[in-house]
C-alpha cells in the first residue's frame, strides 16, 4: 500500500458521501459506457489465485443498481453504436469460467436481477483441465522444490522460500510465457511441473453442466478462445482453429452461438488485425480488450475497453466509475 493510499480512500469517501458523485453523474457521464471486468470472485484469499471477495462483489452490485442502469452486454454495445444519447449504462462481464462464477456469482447476480455475460475458455469444461495459465500458478503455489533454474526462461537459481519470492517468480514466469507460442509454452510448463514436483489438491474447473445452468439464467455467453492462448502468438490457421473451436463447443453445448468475444489477456500485443478479421469472418459482432477505460461511441467495436474490478474500496470503485480516478491492471491477473 502506498503512503498515499489512505488519503484518496478518505477522499473518495467524501466525494460519495458528500452527493458530489450523484452530481457529476448527471451533470458530465453522458455518452459512455461502463463495461465492467471480473474474473474470480470468492472468499479464498489465496494470492496465487487472486479473487474479489463475495461481500465487496455484492456491494459493488448494490451500488450498481440503485444508481445506474444495468442492461445485457448486447443492449449496451448496441446503444454505444447508436450514439450513446443519455446518461451512462453498465454490462458485467466475467472472463475465463470458473467454479465460483457458477457458486458466487450467478446466484449473486440472480438476488440482484442483473444481467451478465461470461466469455468463455472452452478448454477447462471440455478436457476437465485447468488453462495453462491456472496450472502455472498451481505449480508454483505447490511447489516442493528449494529453488527454480530453467535456463531456456532465463532463470538462474530462482528460490522457492517463501510466499512473497513465490509471488514474484509466479508474475516474472507469467510473464514470459505470454511471449511464447503455444508448443513453447505446453513445453515450458510440463518442464516447469516435473522441475518443481508440486503437490497439492486439484485444481476444480467449471464444467458443462455447469455451464448450461449459467446460460439459463442471467449470464450470456461470449468466446474466449479455447485454451486461452495469445492469438498474436499463432499462426494464421491455429487463431482460427482456437477461436472457431471456442465458439463451436459453446454452441454445440449450450446451443447459443455467441456473439461477442474477449481477447485473452486483452493488451495491445496479444491480438492484431489477423484476429480481428477472423472475428468479423465467424460472425462476431463486437470484442473486448483488457485496456482499462470508459467505452465511448465511435470506437472501434472490436476493440472495446472495460474497467477493472479489483478495487476493494467501493468509494475508490464509485469514483472510477465516474471516471475520476486511474486504476493500474491487476498485475497478478492473466484474463
Known amino acids: 500500500m502506498t503512503p498515499a493510499a489512505p488519503l484518496k480512500?478518505?477522499?473518495?469517501?467524501?466525494?460519495?458521501?458528500?452527493?458530489?458523485?450523484?452530481?457529476?453523474?448527471?451533470?458530465?457521464?453522458?455518452?459512455?459506457?461502463?463495461?465492467?471486468?471480473?474474473?474470480?470472485?470468492n472468499d479464498e484469499g489465496d494470492p496465487f489465485f487472486p479473487a474479489l471477495p463475495r461481500a465487496v462483489f455484492a456491494a459493488q452490485l448494490d451500488y450498481l443498481a440503485s444508481r445506474y442502469r444495468v442492461e445485457p452486454l448486447d443492449d449496451v454495445v448496441a446503444w454505444l453504436a447508436g450514439g450513446a444519447e443519455g446518461p451512462p449504462r453498465v454490462a458485467f462481464t466475467?472472463?475465463?469460467?470458473?467454479?465460483?462464477?457458477?457458486?458466487?456469482?450467478?446466484?449473486?447476480?440472480?438476488?440482484?436481477?442483473?444481467?451478465?455475460?461470461?466469455?468463455?475458455?472452452?478448454?477447462?469444461?471440455?478436457?476437465?483441465?485447468?488453462?495453462?495459465?491456472?496450472?502455472?500458478?498451481?505449480?508454483?503455489?505447490y511447489a516442493t522444490a528449494s529453488t527454480l533454474e530453467m535456463p531456456a526462461l532465463g532463470l538462474w537459481q530462482s528460490p522457492l522460500d517463501g510466499q512473497v519470492s513465490r509471488l514474484a517468480l509466479l508474475k516474472r514466469v507469467l510473464r514470459l510465457l505470454k511471449a511464447l507460442t503455444p508448443p513453447e509454452i505446453d513445453r515450458a510448463v510440463h518442464a516447469l511441473e516435473a522441475a518443481l514436483a508440486p503437490q497439492g489438491p486439484p485444481l476444480r474447473v467449471l464444467g458443462w453442466e455447469q455451464v448450461r445452468r449459467l446460460a439459463a439464467g442471467p449470464i450470456v455467453l461470449g468466446g474466449h478462445t479455447?485454451?486461452?492462448?495469445?492469438?498474436?502468438?499463432?499462426?494464421?490457421?491455429?487463431?482460427?482453429e482456437e477461436v472457431s473451436t471456442g465458439l463451436r463447443l459453446i454452441e454445440e453445448r449450450t446451443g447459443a452461438r455467441?456473439?461477442?468475444?474477449?481477447?485473452?489477456?486483452?493488451?495491445?500485443?496479444?491480438?492484431?488485425?489477423?484476429?480481428?478479421?477472423?472475428?468479423?469472418?465467424?460472425?462476431?459482432?463486437?470484442?473486448?480488450?483488457?485496456?482499462?477505460?470508459?467505452?465511448?461511441?465511435?470506437?472501434?467495436?472490436?476493440?472495446?475497453?472495460?474497467?477493472?474490478?479489483?478495487?476493494?474500496?467501493?468509494?475508490?470503485?464509485?469514483?472510477?466509475?465516474?471516471?475520476?480516478?486511474?486504476e493500474e491492471p491487476w498485475e497478478a491477473e492473466v484474463s
Open 9 to 41: 480512500r478518505a477522499m473518495a469517501w467524501g466525494l460519495l458521501r458528500s452527493g458530489a458523485l450523484r452530481m457529476h453523474r448527471s451533470q458530465f457521464e453522458k455518452g459512455r459506457a461502463i463495461l465492467l471486468l471480473y474474473h474470480r470472485v
Open 94 to 141: 466475467i472472463d475465463d469460467g470458473y467454479p465460483d462464477t457458477f457458486e458466487v456469482v450467478l446466484p449473486e447476480l440472480e438476488r440482484h436481477g442483473l444481467p451478465a455475460t461470461l466469455f468463455l475458455a472452452t478448454a477447462p469444461p471440455e478436457t476437465g483441465e485447468p488453462l495453462w495459465t491456472d496450472r502455472t500458478r498451481w505449480i508454483l503455489r
Open 226 to 240: 479455447h485454451r486461452h492462448y495469445m492469438l498474436s502468438r499463432l499462426d494464421d490457421r491455429a487463431l482460427e
Open 258 to 326: 455467441p456473439r461477442g468475444f474477449a481477447y485473452p489477456n486483452g493488451e495491445p500485443p496479444d491480438y492484431d488485425e489477423r484476429a480481428i478479421a477472423v472475428l468479423r469472418r465467424l460472425g462476431l459482432r463486437y470484442a473486448f480488450t483488457c485496456r482499462h477505460a470508459l467505452a465511448r461511441p465511435g470506437q472501434d467495436p472490436f476493440q472495446l475497453p472495460r474497467l477493472y474490478t479489483s478495487e476493494p474500496s467501493l468509494a475508490l470503485f464509485a469514483t472510477r466509475l465516474a471516471g475520476l480516478g486511474k
